[in-house]
């Protein structure tokens, strides 16, 4: 059990998200579930008034919409044709800033090696660990991949694994315990040190799965099987439930961190009151830093509510690296693994931490400020016949295209800015057979996080691939949509019944993205 002074996160609570329901019943529910990483400002009446006519639905797809090619408003940076093109800073950032994000880069590209060592500030790899550094998972700060056959590595791809049981948030309605796998913790790490075990090989079978679309073209989707082969600390627990994940991509977090949560729980309709099949619902977690319940929009089924926590979380789980926000040396390693545990660390000097608090807050600043790129060919034809598509067909229902940022005074680089992420950060039943079966915090087992599209188009420019979904099963953008299922299946179905013409067109607009 938590803090009993946090209000319960109830049912009528929720059902007052309902976009028909009054602003003031949102905001006040919004006062129970508030951003407390942020400093922010009220935003006045004739704000709110702009808000919601610059980002109204579109009614005229002859022509762009007014600031479109600026996805990231004045944090946009242009659109490089190289690997390079999502790892630029904001383009809003002063001199000083700047200096930060790329201090913050070295960091996030750094090589940690074992201890003891002779370089103090770089000790403490492992002992087990999925990459040696952010950048081997987040390549290009791009997305990761499955891979390329038996004898590549999954150096940017691993397994989620829990349990059922563990800490009840009396504070979240709905949340469903887990815990770590008792002799596997909370990921599965295929690298060790020298004298450790790794923990297993990800081994994948896919099998065919023919699609037949209206023109009578066939497309071959794969359907994953995974299996933890190779097992270095006995068997997994009965009841282990295992997800795979691959590396998403890193642009526009800190402008996704800062929209306001009002505004993303006024999308929310759990019971799907307006009847249209869509009842996208918050992923509620409890917040570390904070020691209270926010909302989480970050990982891929939103886990973690901040650019921070996630970050310190993916340098205790992938890495082994100790912060103050995850302090154990050892990583994941669990108390079975006592080799493991009892092995020398990076922590034994004065730094106390493997990476110390300002280590953690350089890192973030840069994985909050790699910039979104411009948009390309919005005044297309075909592109805004594409975008027409994606409204008429109801992809804009789950990835909302814009938003505005809370307005904020030490964070000016993010502070009110117009975006088009595409996406609502909501939970949303993807259906079964996109399903992990693996909760996480208030989300089922059937559930993901609406990804984010802005950049989508540069995936295989930046990343060499065009591999999509959170296990990269999609080789390309029409078998990415091909697998929506449950609250996505009337548009994917449409997708399917539609002129080619028009899924070409759907398909150029999501690449202008």
């Given at each position: 059990?938590?803090?009993?002074?946090?209000?319960?996160?109830?049912?009528?609570?929720?059902?007052?998200?309902?976009?028909?329901?009054?602003?003031?019943?949102?905001?006040?529910?919004?006062?129970?579930?508030?951003?407390?990483?942020?400093?922010?400002?009220?935003?006045?009446?004739?704000?709110?008034?702009?808000?919601?006519?610059?980002?109204?639905?579109?009614?005229?797809?002859?022509?762009?919409?007014?600031?479109?090619?600026?996805?990231?408003?004045?944090?946009?940076?242009?659109?490089?044709?190289?690997?390079?093109?999502?790892?630029?800073?904001?383009?809003?950032?002063?001199?000083?800033?700047?200096?930060?994000?790329?201090?913050?880069?070295?960091?996030?590209?750094?090589?940690?090696?074992?201890?003891p060592s002779s370089t103090l500030a770089s000790d403490g790899l492992g002992p087990l660990y999925n990459a040696r550094s952010c950048q081997r998972c987040h390549i290009k700060d791009g997305r990761g991949h499955t891979p390329n056959g038996p004898d590549d590595n999954a150096i940017s791809m691993f397994l989620r694994v829990s349990i059922p049981g563990g800490d009840d948030y009396a504070e979240i309605e709905d949340y469903i315990a887990t815990q770590p796998d008792p002799n596997y913790g909370g990921q599965m790490q295929d690298l060790a040190l020298p004298g450790h075990a790794a923990e297993y090989r990800l081994d994948i079978t896919y099998e065919d799965v023919p699609v037949t679309l209206s023109d009578g073209e066939t497309v071959t989707l794969r359907r994953p099987t995974y299996r933890a082969a190779d097992l270095g600390y006995g068997?997994?627990?009965?009841?282990?439930?295992?997800?795979?994940?691959?590396?998403?991509?890193?642009?526009?977090?800190?402008?996704?961190?800062?929209?306001?949560?009002?505004?993303?729980?006024?999308?929310?309709?759990?019971?799907?009151?307006?009847?249209?099949?869509?009842?996208?619902?918050?992923?509620?977690?409890?917040?570390?830093?904070?020691?209270?319940?926010?909302?989480?929009?970050?990982?891929?089924?939103?886990?973690?509510?901040?650019?921070?926590?996630?970050?310190?979380?993916?340098?205790?789980?992938?890495?082994?690296?100790?912060?103050?926000?995850?302090?154990?040396?050892?990583?994941?390693?669990?108390?079975?693994?006592?080799?493991?545990?009892?092995?020398?660390?990076?922590?034994?000097?004065?730094?106390?931490?493997?990476?110390?608090?300002?280590?953690?807050?350089?890192?973030?600043?840069?994985?909050?400020?790699?910039?979104?790129?411009?948009?390309?060919?919005?005044?297309?034809?075909?592109?805004?016949?594409?975008?027409?598509?994606?409204?008429?067909?109801?992809?804009?229902?789950?990835?909302?295209?814009?938003?505005?940022?809370?307005?904020?005074?030490?964070?000016?680089?993010?502070?009110?800015?117009?975006?088009?992420?595409?996406?609502?950060?909501?939970?949303?039943?993807?259906?079964?057979?996109?399903?992990?079966?693996?909760?996480?915090?208030?989300?089922?087992?059937?559930?993901?996080?609406?990804?984010?599209?802005?950049?989508?188009?540069?995936?295989?420019?930046?990343?060499?691939?065009?591999?999509?979904?959170?296990?990269?099963?999609?080789?390309?953008?029409?078998?990415?949509?091909?697998?929506?299922?449950?609250?996505?299946?009337?548009?994917?179905?449409?997708?399917?019944?539609?002129?080619?013409?028009?899924?070409?067109?759907?398909?150029?607009?999501?690449?202008?993205?």
């Amino acid at each position: 059990m938590r803090n009993s002074t946090h209000r319960k996160w109830t049912k009528a609570s929720k059902l007052a998200l309902l976009p028909v329901a009054a602003l003031a019943a949102t905001q006040s529910l919004s006062a129970e579930l508030q951003d407390l990483h942020l400093n922010t400002l009220p935003r006045t009446e004739d704000e709110l008034f702009r808000i919601a006519r610059v980002t109204a639905a579109p009614t005229d797809f002859s022509v762009p919409q007014p600031f479109e090619d600026l996805p990231a408003g004045a944090a946009t940076v242009r659109a490089r044709i190289d690997a390079d093109a999502f790892s630029q800073p904001s383009g809003n950032l002063s001199f000083e800033q700047e200096l930060d994000f790329r201090v913050g880069n070295g960091l996030f590209k750094k090589i940690w090696v074992s201890s003891p060592s002779s370089t103090l500030a770089s000790d403490g790899l492992g002992p087990l660990y999925n990459a040696r550094s952010c950048q081997r998972c987040h390549i290009k700060d791009g997305r990761g991949h499955t891979p390329n056959g038996p004898d590549d590595n999954a150096i940017s791809m691993f397994l989620r694994v829990s349990i059922p049981g563990g800490d009840d948030y009396a504070e979240i309605e709905d949340y469903i315990a887990t815990q770590p796998d008792p002799n596997y913790g909370g990921q599965m790490q295929d690298l060790a040190l020298p004298g450790h075990a790794a923990e297993y090989r990800l081994d994948i079978t896919y099998e065919d799965v023919p699609v037949t679309l209206s023109d009578g073209e066939t497309v071959t989707l794969r359907r994953p099987t995974y299996r933890a082969a190779d097992l270095g600390y006995g068997p997994l627990h009965p009841d282990a439930m295992l997800s795979p994940r691959v590396a998403p991509q890193m642009i526009g977090l800190g402008l996704l961190e800062a929209i306001p949560v009002q505004d993303l729980l006024a999308n929310a309709d759990p019971e799907d009151e307006d009847g249209d099949g869509i009842s996208g619902r918050p992923n509620i977690v409890w917040a570390i830093e904070y020691g209270a319940p926010m909302m989480g929009r970050f990982g891929h089924k939103a886990g973690m509510p901040t650019v921070m926590e996630q970050s310190a979380a993916a340098f205790a789980g992938d890495i082994g690296i100790s912060s103050p926000l995850y302090p154990a040396a050892h990583g994941d390693c669990t108390p079975a693994q006592v080799e493991c545990v009892n092995a020398p660390h990076g922590d034994g000097d004065d730094r106390v931490f493997e990476i110390d608090q300002i280590g953690m807050d350089l890192v973030a600043f840069y994985s909050q400020n790699l910039g979104v790129p411009a948009r390309r060919d919005v005044d297309d034809p075909q592109v805004l016949r594409g975008k027409q598509v994606f409204h008429d067909t109801g992809c804009a229902s789950c990835h909302t295209p814009s938003f505005v940022t809370h307005r904020m005074e030490d964070r000016p680089e993010h502070s009110f800015q117009l975006i088009w992420p595409y996406t609502d950060l909501l939970l949303h039943d993807m259906g079964e057979g996109l399903a992990d079966n693996r909760p996480e915090a208030r989300a089922t087992g059937r559930e993901w996080r609406t990804p984010p599209l802005w950049g989508i188009g540069l995936t295989e420019q930046v990343s060499g691939h065009t591999q999509f979904l959170h296990d990269g099963r999609a080789r390309n953008l029409l078998e990415a949509i091909l697998w929506h299922g449950g609250e996505a299946q009337t548009a994917r179905d449409a997708v399917v019944a539609m002129p080619k013409p028009d899924r070409n067109a759907l398909i150029r607009f999501l690449e202008s993205l």
